[in-house]
């Protein structure tokens, strides 16, 4: 029945103009083939991406490796579209262009998929079936060293707002919570004082395919302290990449607190470190 939900969604894609899948670091080939391969992917506004959307990367990173039977091939960001209609979202070109310049320049394995953000806005559950299309069924998947094909399992990787966001009632559908933490799962970069005990409990039919990450550093920067900092004028570097800073002051962005933050018709929004979506996911 799964496999069934998956074809009709991937049967329903359609690309935006001009739209390739990137994947020029992504790993085909397994390095341990005891290990069951995985993509990582942090959806988001990414207005702008700050070094903890990179991190919670970090994070998850030596998390799989000391506590799972996991190897990560690869990690993605994949900014929202502008339909999404968050008061403010910056718009998709700029995102894509900020997330693009941070990966490239600080990163050896994280890539920015387009896909989500170009087009009308796609709810989380059909942008990781994108994802597993693009991996398992265009690409074929991963290999071992010996030549073995392996299907890549896509996970989302997200702050503790989703978490909490999924534990509301009305918030998400149950149909996207069961095919999202059912099919694929979840890991979540804990923050103190989020109540993750309570939100995983109304979620415990998932349980087993939800992790939680510790910050064992706590960093607390966010998109929106960072755009409250560039509209004071005050400085954001060593918050954000350098490259990041540059674009943004190249480009004008985020110097007001009208609808748009760009002085021609930028947008903007925030993600508290993860994928918060606050509307009905059905």
Not at 89 to 104: D, F, G, K, P
Request: aromatic share 8%; hydrophobic share 35%; net charge neutral.
């Amino acid at each position: 029945m799964a496999e069934e939900t998956v074809a009709r969604r991937t049967n329903s894609f359609s690309n935006p103009p001009n739209y390739s899948f990137i994947s020029h670091r992504l790993n085909k080939t397994l390095r341990d083939s005891n290990k069951q391969p995985i993509v990582l992917v942090a959806c988001g506004s990414f207005s702008p991406v700050t070094y903890l959307h990179l991190r919670m990367f970090e994070m998850a990173k030596d998390f799989v490796r000391q506590n799972t039977d996991f190897e990560i091939v690869g990690g993605y960001l994949s900014p929202v579209s502008d339909m999404y209609k968050k008061p403010g979202l910056l718009n998709a070109r700029h995102r894509v262009n900020m997330c693009t310049l941070a990966a490239e320049q600080t990163s050896s394995w994280l890539m920015i998929d387009s896909w989500e953000a170009f087009q009308s806005y796609q709810r989380t559950a059909v942008v990781l079936d994108h994802f597993d299309y693009e991996i398992n069924t265009v690409l074929g998947g991963v290999h071992t060293q010996s030549g073995e094909h392996r299907n890549v399992r896509v996970m989302l990787l997200a702050g503790s707002d989703l978490i909490s966001t999924m534990s509301e009632p009305g918030v998400w559908s149950h149909a996207d919570l069961d095919h999202i933490l059912g099919r694929y799962g979840t890991f979540i970069i804990e923050r103190a004082g989020s109540g993750m005990d309570q939100a995983t409990d109304s979620l415990a039919r998932w349980r087993s395919n939800i992790y939680l990450i510790p910050q064992l550093i706590q960093n607390d920067v966010s998109s929106t302290k960072v755009r409250l900092f560039l509209r004071r004028g005050l400085s954001v570097k060593y918050l954000l990449p350098a490259a990041v800073v540059e674009y943004i002051e190249e480009n004008n962005l985020y110097l007001d607190d009208g609808p748009g933050t760009e002085k021609d018709k930028g947008k903007d929004s925030d993600v508290s470190g993860g994928s918060s979506r606050k509307a009905l996911q059905s």
